[in-house]
């Protein structure tokens, strides 16, 4: 990948990239857990990262965070020097540039494009997470598996995603057996075919 950030500035980007180190982390690379201090705020380059959150055995999908895109929960440990509180980890083989906080603090003062970077992931992020509240409240879980199978694949650019039912139910935040019934709904209706621990998206 070039060795620029083409959505900020020139000086911005070559900073960040002098300052910053390039990683190259393997899918199920797990890259923050909750309860650790958080020294470094991710951009990502290339591939994918999931962020979610546990609550004893129960998971909850928050976000991906997408090529371009960094992690905001990151972002406002570091700015108020607390432990993380939520789980990341790479959704596939992905490349990344981690800012260390001793270089984003700084820069946040001298670059009005960082900080408007932050603010449109914030912004983002808060849409995301009425989108998600009103699934939740609202919708039946069949539109909502659904609508995240269409959506997974489309982040990872597949029509058939290797997922299990137990990785589907922690990203929504039930459990298998419900997850399982659902997802036999959905092949009766003809929007997905399952092979094994795989799933085809036949229905957008």
């Given amino acids: 990948m070039e060795k620029r950030l083409s959505f900020l500035s020139h000086e911005l980007s070559d900073r960040l990239f002098a300052e910053g180190q390039r990683a190259e982390v393997a899918k199920g690379t797990e890259l923050l857990r909750e309860g650790q ?49 939520i789980f990341a980890v790479a959704e ?23 900080n408007r970077l932050f603010f449109d992931q914030f912004k983002y992020r808060y849409g995301e997470l009425l989108k998600t509240i009103h699934h939740i409240l609202f919708d039946k879980l069949d539109v909502r598996l659904r609508e995240h199978l269409v959506r997974k694949a489309r982040l990872l650019d597949t029509e058939e995603l ?42 957008k």
Avoid at 38 to 48: A, D, N
Avoid at 53 to 70: A, F, G, V, W
Avoid at 164 to 176: I, M, N
Wanted: hydrophobic share 40%; with cysteine; net charge negative.
């Fill in 37 to 85: 201090y958080v020294k470094v705020v991710p951009i990502v380059l290339e591939g994918l990262v999931k962020v979610y959150t546990r609550n004893e055995d129960r998971e909850l999908l928050l976000y991906y965070i997408e090529p371009h895109q960094s992690c905001i929960m990151s972002f406002s440990a570091v700015l108020g020097t607390e432990p993380s509180r």
């Fill in 92 to 114: 596939e083989d992905s490349e990344l540039l981690l800012i260390p906080s001793e270089t984003l603090l700084p820069a946040l003062g001298e670059y009005p494009d960082l």
């Fill in 162 to 203: 290797a997922v299990s039912h137990q990785q589907l139910a922690d990203e929504l935040g039930t459990v298998r057996e419900v997850i399982s019934r659902t997802m036999k709904k959905l092949e009766a209706e003809g929007a997905v075919a399952q092979t094994g621990q795989r799933i085809r998206i036949l229905k």
